[in-house]
């Protein structure tokens, strides 16, 4: 069963940075594709940053030159680095596995999913 942790989540000003994390275990090869989503109170789930099993990315244009996204491949730790942030990155940042190679910003694409992290952009 594949377990997904995410990590790195807090408060910080506009314009800052942060680094979230997901600790994905319980999956032996790297056959896998992820993306990170995120929700906003109020708002759908919204779809910010996809890797396939062959490195392939997309982004949603929102985000688009300011986050990017990596995977570690020693422990498959999956990152999503955010720069530049806005008050309108304010949400809980999930990350969402499938066992396709797929390029999604979907929720419905995937089945596996972390229980999220908060991450607050304000002054």
């Known amino acids: 069963q594949v377990q997904l942790v995410e990590s790195g989540g807090g408060s910080v000003q506009p314009g800052g940075s942060l680094r979230l994390s997901c600790t994905v275990s319980?999956?032996?090869?790297?056959?896998?594709?992820f993306t990170w989503f995120r929700q906003a109170p109020g708002k759908e789930r919204e779809g910010v940053i996809a890797?396939?099993?062959?490195?392939?990315?997309q982004y949603a244009a929102s985000v688009k030159g300011r986050f990017t996204i990596s995977q570690d491949d020693t422990n498959g730790t999956l990152y999503l680095q955010m720069n530049r942030l806005k008050p309108e990155d304010t949400a809980m940042y999930y990350c969402?596995?499938?066992?396709?190679?797929?390029?999604?910003?979907?929720?419905?694409?995937?089945?596996?999913w972390g229980q999220g992290t908060q991450v607050t952009v304000s002054s």
């Open positions: 969402a596995a499938t066992k396709r190679s797929i390029l999604s910003l979907r929720a419905s694409s995937f089945t596996y």
């Open positions: 319980g999956y032996s090869a790297r056959t896998y594709s």
């Open positions: 890797l396939d099993s062959v490195g392939g990315k």
